[in-house]
T-cell receptor, first 110, second 111 residues
Framework: GQQVQQSPTSLVLQEGENAELQCNFSTSLNSMQWFYQRPGGSLISVFYNPSGTKQSGRLTSTTVIKERRSSLHISSSQITDSGTYLCAMEDGTGGYKVVFGSGTRLLVSP | AQTIHQWPVAEIKAVGSPLSLGCTIKGKSSPNLYWYWQATGGTLQQLFYSITVGQVESVVQLNLSASRPKDDQFILSTEKLLLSHSGFYLC??????????FGSGTRLLVI
């Protein structure tokens, strides 16, 4: 079945450094979405980005369908960026099946 | 504006007891609704989805069932809980084009 691999598993940065999070998927996709998972578990949508590049403030997401990958770039990281980032894709074979990556745990220290 | 509400926020239940988790969405007619589960430290897994009242599709079998009794309501349940049911349950709807929004979740501990 569809597989989604995120890398790195964890990342430690000093405040001000940039972060690049990757998501690779094994088959065709219908959509790609990045989420931030709060320590309590709830999810906040960061980007809905099925293809191309989107930017919002310090965050940029790029999805390249042909290469079966999506990335989330965080520039000038801040302590409040710390947390777990998840990517999720909807299977492109049809239906409403969504597969999540296992996440990247980001820690930004002062 | 659309809102999604899950209940309860948290539960501690005994093995073998029944469970019912609820999800309601307001402000959106005929939403596509989803249930997800995440074991502690684990990956989010899609359990069920429903695109219309009375119809539910299972994605992963975890000895759970789901129902959609109303257009705005999605229920996750089981008659007998297992230890392995512990975790975090999330309900979601999609805004169309597969742009998902999640509820705040229910944390379940089975003892």
């Amino acid at each position: 079945g569809q597989q989604v691999q995120q890398s790195p598993t964890s990342l430690v940065l000093q405040e001000g450094e940039n972060a690049e999070l990757q998501c690779n998927f094994s088959t065709s996709l219908n959509s790609m979405q990045w989420f931030y998972q709060r320590p309590g578990g709830s999810l906040i949508s960061v980007f809905y980005n099925p293809s191309g590049t989107k930017q919002s403030g310090r965050l940029t997401s790029t999805t390249v369908i042909k290469e079966r990958r999506s990335s989330l770039h965080i520039s000038s990281s801040q302590i409040t960026d710390s947390g777990t980032y998840l990517c999720a894709m909807e299977d492109g074979t049809g239906g409403y099946k969504v597969v999540f990556g296992s996440g990247t745990r980001l820690l930004v220290s002062p | 504006a659309q809102t999604i509400h899950q209940w309860p926020v948290a539960e501690i239940k005994a093995v073998g007891s029944p469970l019912s988790l609820g999800c309601t969405i307001k402000g959106k007619s005929s939403p596509n609704l989803y249930w997800y589960w995440q074991a502690t430290g684990g990956t989010l897994q899609q359990l069920f989805y429903s695109i219309t009242v009375g119809q539910v599709e299972s994605v992963v079998q975890l000895n759970l069932s789901a129902s959609r009794p109303k257009d705005d309501q999605f229920i996750l349940s089981t008659e007998k809980l297992l230890l392995s049911h512990s975790g975090f349950y999330l309900c979601a709807w999609d805004r169309g084009g597969s742009d998902y929004t999640f509820g705040s979740g229910t944390r379940l501990l089975v003892i």
